[in-house]
């Protein structure tokens, strides 16, 4: 069985994932900060990432610095897949051209060092985690690390 990391500081998104993944053969562990997701990183073994862009580095405080990227980076150093899975639009008008760059395109972004991001539309509720899922095993399928 798979094992992948869920990395998410807002409680009802992390429901919605959960909720939306449970019917996958996947073992789904949790953190809540990048200290966290970090440490686990450092101390199990994962399949896979799926993390949110825009959360604390420790504790429940700053929740708008992107300190999913530090996830991410750790991730790639240590050869695990990952897709930020965000919903970036609310957190303030300095991303504006962030969410113009998703809405024009409509599909996720490569970022060329193994990594993914996908987005759902300002106007969404939730995060598309399912298909942050399927673009997470979509990179192991493709061999994952291009540069």
């Not at 807002?10 to 953190?31: F, G, Q, Y």
């Not at 799926?50 to 050869?79: H, Q, R």
């Amino acid at each position: 069985m798979k094992r992948i990391l869920i990395v998410e500081d807002n409680s009802r998104h992390m429901e919605d994932a959960l909720k939306i993944l449970k019917n996958i053969d996947v073992e789904i562990v949790t953190a809540t900060n990048a200290k966290e997701a970090t440490e686990k990183l450092g101390n199990m073994k994962f399949d896979g990432v799926i993390t949110d862009v825009f959360m604390p580095m420790v504790g429940e405080e700053n929740a708008d610095n992107p300190c999913g990227l530090a996830v991410a980076m750790m991730a790639f150093t240590i050869g695990v897949k990952c897709v930020l899975c965000t919903d970036q639009y609310h957190h303030s008008e300095g991303f504006e051209d962030i969410n113009a760059l998703f809405n024009s395109f409509r599909k996720p972004l490569d970022c060329m060092w193994g990594t993914r991001i996908i987005d759902c539309s300002h106007k969404e509720s939730k995060k598309n985690w399912l298909g942050a899922y399927e673009h997470l095993f979509d990179l192991e399928d493709k061999g994952g690390m291009s540069f």
